[in-house]
C-alpha cells in the first residue's frame, strides 16, 4: 500500500485533483513516504552516556563567555534559543565583530546528523563542540591549559567537573559535556509528529496538500527526507560565493565543489535567514528560488530544474513546512 501511494504523490498534480483530494489521498497512506514519520530517541554514543549532571554541566558551559578568549561570546551567542538556535544573521559574527563566510546553523536536532557544520568537517556532536571555540574568527578560546585552569578556578566547575568526570577540566570532557547538552536540543513533537503517529486531524488540508506537494511535484523530499527531514549528504544548489569551495574543502574532490550540507527542516519556521550563506529571507522566497530551478553557480546538481509550481501550492508548501514547528521550541523565542 506504502509503494502505491508513494508512487500515486510522484505524479504532477493535475486540474482535477484538488487540495482535499491530496489531503485524502496522503490520509490513505499507512506508511508515509521517503522515510518521514515521528522522530525517535536521538542516538547516544556509548563512550559518552547522557546523565543530568552531565547536561546541566554542558548547559552552564554553552551558555558561559568565560570559553571565549576575552569573556565576551558564548556558544549560545550564535545558537540563541530566541532565535531557532542561530543567531538570525545572513551571515555569522565571530570575534570581535569578525565577519564568517557562512550562515550560523541551526543547531536543533543536531544530535541526528551524521556529520556537522556546513562543510561536514566533524563526524560527531563532541568533535563540533570545540571547534568554534579553537578558531580565532569564532570564540578564540585560550589554549587548552589556560582555559582548563580558568575554569578549575569556578568554583561550581570545580565540582561539576569531578562530579560528573571524576577529575579535573579537561578539553575532551569540555566537549562531552557540551555535546551531552545539544543531545536534548530536539525537536520531535510538532503538529507533523502527532499526523506522522495517527493523528489524521492534527494537519489541515491545506497542509497535508503541502505534504503532497512536498514528496511529489516540488521534488523537495529527493534531498530532505527522512523523520530530520535530511539526507545528510552535500550539493551544490547553485548559490553562494565563487571562492567559498564548500565540502570540496575538506575532501578536495572536484565533484564536492560549492556543494553544502542538506539542512534539517525541524523548526526551519524559527531560524531565518535561508540557505548556506543567508541570501534568502523567508520560506516563500526559498520555494520560488527552487520553483525557478536555482541559481547560476557551476557545477549546480542536476536534481535542481524549473518545476513551475502554483501559487496555491506554494502557500500549501509553506503551510506544511510551519507544521515542522515544535511548540515548545516557538515557546522559547
Not at 558561559?64 to 561570546?73: R, T, V, Y
Not at 569531578?162 to 547538552?181: H, I, M, R, Y
Not at 572536484?254 to 540557505?275: I, Q
Request: net charge positive; proline share 7%; charged share 25%.
Amino acid at each position: 500500500m506504502a509503494c502505491i501511494a508513494y508512487a500515486l504523490l510522484l505524479v504532477p498534480l493535475g486540474r482535477a485533483q484538488t487540495f482535499r483530494e491530496n489531503a485524502q489521498l496522503i490520509d490513505s497512506v499507512h506508511e508515509l513516504p521517503v522515510g518521514m514519520g515521528a522522530l525517535p530517541v536521538p542516538p547516544v554514543p556509548s563512550d559518552n552516556p547522557q546523565t543530568l549532571k552531565k547536561i546541566a554541566l554542558g548547559r552552564r558551559l554553552f551558555f558561559d563567555k568565560q570559553l571565549s578568549g576575552d569573556g565576551s561570546i558564548s556558544c549560545g551567542s550564535c545558537h540563541d534559543p530566541k532565535k531557532g538556535l542561530s543567531d538570525g544573521r545572513p551571515k555569522a559574527v565571530g570575534f570581535h565583530g569578525a565577519a564568517l563566510p557562512r550562515r550560523t546553523p541551526s543547531i536543533w536536532n543536531a544530535a541526528y546528523n551524521s556529520s556537522q557544520f556546513w562543510d561536514g568537517r566533524a563526524t560527531t556532536l563532541e568533535e563540533q563542540a570545540t571547534g568554534p571555540m579553537s578558531s580565532p574568527n569564532e570564540m578564540n578560546s585560550p589554549a587548552e591549559v589556560d582555559l582548563t585552569r580558568r575554569l578549575d578556578t569556578n568554583p561550581y566547575y570545580q565540582g561539576a567537573f569531578w562530579s560528573v568526570f571524576g577529575e579535573n577540566p579537561t578539553l575532551k570532557d569540555v566537549a562531552k559535556a557540551l555535546a551531552a547538552f545539544e543531545r536534548t536540543l530536539v525537536a520531535r513533537n510538532s503538529r507533523f509528529d502527532r499526523y506522522a503517529r495517527g493523528d489524521k486531524r492534527a494537519l489541515t488540508e491545506h497542509e497535508k496538500n503541502g505534504l503532497v506537494v512536498f514528496v511529489g511535484k516540488g521534488r523537495c523530499a529527493r534531498c530532505h527526507d527522512g523523520p530530520n527531514f535530511t539526507d545528510n549528504k552535500f550539493q551544490n544548489i547553485g548559490i553562494g560565493l565563487q571562492d567559498d569551495q564548500g565540502r570540496s574543502s575538506i575532501t578536495g574532490a572536484e565533484s564536492d565543489r560549492g556543494a553544502f550540507k542538506t539542512p534539517g527542516l525541524r523548526n526551519v519556521e524559527l531560524h531565518a535567514p535561508y540557505m548556506h550563506d543567508g541570501s534568502l529571507p523567508t520560506l516563500r522566497a526559498v520555494i520560488d528560488y527552487y520553483d525557478r530551478g536555482g541559481g547560476p553557480r557551476p557545477g549546480k546538481s542536476p536534481f535542481l530544474m524549473k518545476i513551475g509550481l502554483t501559487e496555491g501550492e506554494k502557500r500549501d508548501l509553506v503551510s506544511f513546512l510551519l507544521s515542522l514547528t515544535d511548540t515548545p521550541a516557538a515557546r522559547t523565542r
